[in-house]
Every structure is written in C-alpha cells, then in structure tokens.
C-alpha cells in the first residue's frame, strides 16, 4: 500500500513539544509517530507502528533462529504468584496493583518470570522435554519514580522477554550463549550499536547476568571499559582491593580537637596543621587518609526507613547507583528500594551520630556506637578499607577526630560494600589496564536466574534417573520501545530523524513539488511503479502544500530515500535524495525506480 499523507492520520508539529528534554522524544512528537497519554504513557501513531512493528520482526527472526517459540500471557495478573516468589512486596511501590470487583488482587505484570514458570510446570514433567526456550512479545507496567525521556523510560512499555528452562547447568550456560549471540543479531541487524557489560542481577537475582548497552550520552547507566577487553556496568565493577598492613609497630590511635571541621577538606587542612605528617610516612594528609562516614536512609519495599553507615575513602563519593545494587545482601528483605542522605529527622533519631564527627565505633564487636545503635544501624566499609590501615576519621564527638584509627584492631564493620564511584584511570578488576567511562541506555539484559523461581513455585521435572530435578532458568529482556527511542536518539539530526533502513517506516518518501497536474500524476505512477517493485512507500500527494513544507515533513519524518517530482519533469528528471548523507542527485524518470530499489538493497 502507497501510503499517501493527504490521507495518513499524520499532524506533523512545528513546535517541540514542551516536556521533551531528548531529541528522540521530541522529534518523534514532532514528527507524528507516539503521543503521550499520561506521564510514561504513549499512543502509538501510523508510522510510529510501522518502526515498531519492523524492530519487533527483526527480533521474532532472531528469537526463532535459536528455536525459541513465541507465546502470548495476559499484561493482568492475578496476585497469588507474584506472592509465591515474593515480588508482590519486593516490587514496592514499582507495580501497578489493583483489586476486581469481588475484591481479589491483581497487578500489571512489570516482567513474567513467575507465569512462564506456572505455564512450564502446568505442561512439562520430564527432563525429555527440555531445553525450553518461550518468549513474548508484550506490555510492562512499572510505575517508574521518574518517567523520563518518552519511550526510554515508560511506564508503559513493550519488551520481549524469554526464558529458558534446562536440566542443569550445563544446559542454561547453553541457552544464555545462544541468547546472547542472538542480541547481538538483534542490535547489529537493527543498526543499534551495543557494548555488551557485565551487570549485577538486580531484584531479579540470580548470578551471571550481562547488560547490553548504547552508548549516548543521555544515557542513565555508566560503564567502564579496559583496553584489555573489560567492560561492566559501573554498578558491577569491583575495586581492586589492596594487601592488609602489617599494624604490629602502629602507633595507638589519638583523638585530637579540630573544631569547625565538618567537611573532608576542613578536616585535610586542620590534620595538616595540627599533625604535620613528614615525607618520609607519606607527606601531606590527602582526602584519601581520612574516613568519611555518609549516613543514608534506605526505604525497603515494606515502607520502612533503615539507616545504612558507609565508611569510604574521603577522596571517593558514594556513587548511590552502586550501593542500590550491592547493599540487598545487607538488608532483611530483598527487592526494589529506595536510597537517599539521611535527613535531618533521620539524624534526630540516632542521637550518637554528630553530624561531621561520625566515626565508628571504637570496638570490634560494634561497629558503630553503642550496642543499641549497632542494632538498629549497619556499618558498611569500601574495599579499600582493609585490615590494617589507618585513618582520620570523625570522633562522634562535636569538633573531635580521631588519628591514627587502624581498621581490624580500632574498628570493626558488619559488612564491605562497592559504594563509591568508579572513576577514569582505576584499574580493572581483571588487571586488564585503566577503565575509561561511558554513559549507555540498557537496551537489553540477560540473566542466569538459576533455581530461584523453579524452587519458589516448585518447578521440577524427572531426570534420567527418574529422580525430581529442580529446573534451571535463564531470563532474557530487549526494550522494544526504547530500541525505537534510541534508534532516533542516535539516528537524528537539526531538521529532523534519519532512519536506519532496517526500521524506517518507508523505503522511499515521494514528493510531488508544485501545482502541475502532470506533476502528480508522474509522481503517482512513481509511487505505484516503486510499490510494485516490492517497496513500502509514503507519498507526499498533498494539494496546495507549499514546497517548503513537503520538504520540511519528510526530512522530519526521516525516511532514507527521498524523491522529488517537480520543475525537473520537463527536463525528464526527478531528484533522489539520500536523506542520511544530504547527498541528491538527478535521475530519468524512467531510471528512478531501478535506482531507489538499488539504493534501498545496497544498504
Ligand atoms: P532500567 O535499569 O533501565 O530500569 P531494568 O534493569 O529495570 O531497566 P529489565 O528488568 O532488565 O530492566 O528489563 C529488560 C529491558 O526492558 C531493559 O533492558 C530495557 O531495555 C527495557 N526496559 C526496562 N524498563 C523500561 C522502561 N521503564 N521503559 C522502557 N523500557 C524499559
Ligand atoms: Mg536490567
């Protein structure tokens, strides 16, 4: 079908719309392809569907070359098995829930590892039945805390997401090496380019688990790479943790006045004043010798407020991305929580916390002061911070620190948290040189859940030995619209987008230029003749819309090919022009149709 824009349900904007802080956003406001309906929430236009539905075919293609099968679950759920793998809490306030009429509980599924779990152990019981590998093409709901950026981060949003079922571990490392071959398949063929990155499971659990990212700059993740081929998300990485020090011949720690000292470089300034340290123990006291102790309050899933202690390097912040991913370990429940610096309230209540001064506590058995603080507090230490090593650090007294307080003989901690921030220049875990840092949008995760699920909802099959046999899953996501938002995040320019051709929503964008009937009706036959050749084609057949106008929609609209019929069609000529190179050229009507199907096979 010619789709033609005199009658396309299609309203191009001139203005960008107001809450757009991305170009892909804005552009695809602009340009007639999503419209919002609530915050997150977006109507799919016509040509919006047409990208869609090209990036979803890209991916069946590659689902189905690894053999996985597509089903199809409801996006309504009910409550019973979310509660049976104990997301219905863990997800806190990131699920949409709500109650039918009789009263019982429901939720918008914002992932399906619970129900393609049921649905396996519904119809399968033998190890003769697997491998397993279903997807789905489907609807998310997450009630995102900061929709942002339109489709790349919705809260209704579409993934494909599959799961594979195994016998053993043998079989899931299979299956998740199949997966992934098949991303890369995926971004490649979609011209989306992807690093892939070594990620931290997340609420999902589970233990090896890769992220596929997009470099950009408007990206929310960071990552790191080394020039020996490491690459992580920031929240993954691990410090290269240093030897324990000998502390036989340290001196006993000493608590010294340094009144108005409440900030790490008051604090670097008066130890350097007061307690000169001399050249050959290490010269001047840096950030790096002092121990800063950063309070945050953690929101677990069930609500409550919990008070964490860090105690990091002073020349280091708390990255609050990195302790999200690592601190679940620590807490009493697991799932979705959220951090932020303790407040003042927060502080109220802890009344041996000095605000500037905070220091641990001065015992092995308790970290922090007090039994009763211990109790209801966690002190979590850097890497960094290893058996033997001293510190300046605050004397959880008003205008005091104490020098000289060595880690594993002065203080003890409950536990060691990756907190801090990865920086340029710090070197890989796997001694695999200096890590550079990017930004990314995740456009695709896999994971090795393991028996986590299988054990929840009781998945097992019989083995060749007839015994029961907790099955091992792998779960696989791919953001489906945000491939198409980061497709015209990096596929854009001033005047508008710049498909790849493997998901524009045309082959070629004709253009009729002028008022001459004979215009339109060279430009018609084109069209039709371009159709015929097996192209998908937009024709601009819009009477009394001026040339600037017609021009200015199709560059907006970003098809690669457009062709222009106008005053040229005297002279026998149209213009083809490339809309990504802005490269145009001449060409015989009677030759148009052969050159746009070669420049649409050729790339
Ligand atoms: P993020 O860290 O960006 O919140 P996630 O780790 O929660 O994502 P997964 O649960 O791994 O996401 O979901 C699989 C894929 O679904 C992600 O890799 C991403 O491409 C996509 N996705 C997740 N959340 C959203 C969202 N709010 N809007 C659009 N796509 C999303
Ligand atoms: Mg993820």
Same mark, same amino acid.
Request: aromatic share 0%; net charge neutral; proline share 11%.
């Given at each position: 079908m010619v789709l033609r824009l005199s009658q396309l349900f299609l309203r191009t904007l001139r203005e960008d719309p107001a809450?757009?802080?991305v170009a892909s956003h804005r552009l695809l406001v602009r340009a007639g392809y999503i419209r919002r309906a609530a915050p997150g929430i977006y109507t799919w236009l016509p040509l919006g569907l047409s990208v869609l539905r090209r990036v979803e075919r890209i991916i069946r293609e590659e689902m189905s070359a690894i053999g996985a099968q597509e089903v199809h679950f409801p996006a309504l759920l009910p409550k019973e098995p979310y509660e049976a793998s104990n997301r219905w809490t863990e997800y806190g306030e990131g699920i949409f829930r709500l109650k039918d009429r009789k009263g019982n509980d429901y939720l918008l599924a914002p992932t399906h590892e619970e129900m393609f779990t049921l649905l396996v152990k519904d119809l399968y019981s033998s190890y003769?039945?697997?491998?397993l590998s279903i997807y789905q093409i489907q609807n998310k709901y997450r009630d995102e805390a900061r929709p942002r950026a339109g489709l790349l981060r919705g809260r209704e949003f579409i993934m494909k997401d599959s799961y594979s079922f195994d016998v053993d571990d043998a079989g899931l490392d299979a299956s998740y090496a199949a997966h992934r071959a098949a991303y890369l398949k995926i971004f490649e063929r979609l011209g989306l380019e992807v690093v892939p990155v070594a990620a931290t499971a997340g609420a999902?659990?589970?233990?090896k688990s890769e992220e596929f990212l997009h470099p950009?700059?408007?990206?929310?993740d960071t990552f790191v790479r080394s020039p020996g081929g490491y690459a992580a998300n920031v929240e993954a990485v691990t410090t290269v943790v240093p030897a324990d020090v000998d502390f036989s011949n340290a001196p006993a720690a000493e608590v010294r006045d340094?009144?108005?000292?409440?900030?790490i470089e008051t604090l670097v300034d008066a130890a350097n004043a007061l307690a000169p340290r001399s050249e050959a123990d290490g010269g001047a006291w840096t950030a790096a010798d002092t121990l800063k102790n950063v309070v945050l309050a953690v929101t677990l899933p069930t609500g409550e407020r919990q008070l964490v202690v860090l105690g990091v390097p002073g020349d280091r912040a708390v990255d609050l991305k990195r302790v999200e991913a690592n601190i679940g370990a620590f807490l009493p429940i697991a799932g979705e929580i959220t951090l932020e610096a303790a407040n003042e309230e927060d502080l109220k209540k802890q009344a041996l916390l000095v605000k500037g001064y905070i220091g641990p506590g001065l015992s092995l058995d308790a970290p922090l002061l007090g039994a009763e603080a211990a109790s209801k507090l966690l002190y979590l230490v850097d890497p960094? $911070?290893?058996?033997?090593t001293a510190w300046i650090t605050g004397?959880?007294?008003?205008?005091k620190h104490v020098f000289?307080?060595?880690?594993g003989r002065d203080f003890g901690w409950d536990g060691v948290i990756e907190a801090t921030e990865v920086r340029a220049g710090d070197e890989a875990p796997d001694g695999s040189g200096p890590l550079e840092t990017a930004r990314g949008i995740e456009m695709g995760h896999i994971f090795q859940l393991g028996r986590k699920y299988a054990e929840a909802l009781d998945l097992k099959v019989l083995d060749q030995n007839g015994k029961q046999v907790v099955v091992t899953m792998g779960s696989y996501g791919v953001g489906v619209t945000r491939a198409v938002a980061a497709l015209a995040e990096s596929n854009h320019d001033d005047k508008g987008l710049v498909w790849?051709?493997? $998901?524009?929503?045309?082959d070629v964008h004709v253009v009729a230029v002028g008022r001459g009937e004979e215009i339109f009706a060279a430009a018609e036959q084109l069209a039709r003749a371009l159709q015929a050749a097996g192209l998908e084609v937009i024709y601009d057949?819009?009477?009394?819309?001026?040339p600037g106008v017609k021009f200015g929609d199709a560059e907006l609209i970003g098809v690669p090919t457009i062709l222009a019929v106008g005053r040229g069609l005297v002279d026998g000529v149209v213009e083809i022009k490339d809309?990504?190179?802005?490269n145009a050229e001449n060409v015989a009507v009677d030759k148009a149709v052969d050159y746009v199907v070669n420049a649409v096979r050729s790339n």
């Open positions: 809450d757009a802080e003769k039945d697997l491998p999902m659990g589970g233990s950009t700059e408007i990206g929310e340094t009144p108005d000292t409440p900030t960094r $911070v290893v058996r033997g004397a959880n007294e008003a205008g000289g307080l060595v880690a790849p051709r493997a $998901v524009a929503p045309a057949d819009r009477p009394k819309v001026s809309r990504r190179s802005g």
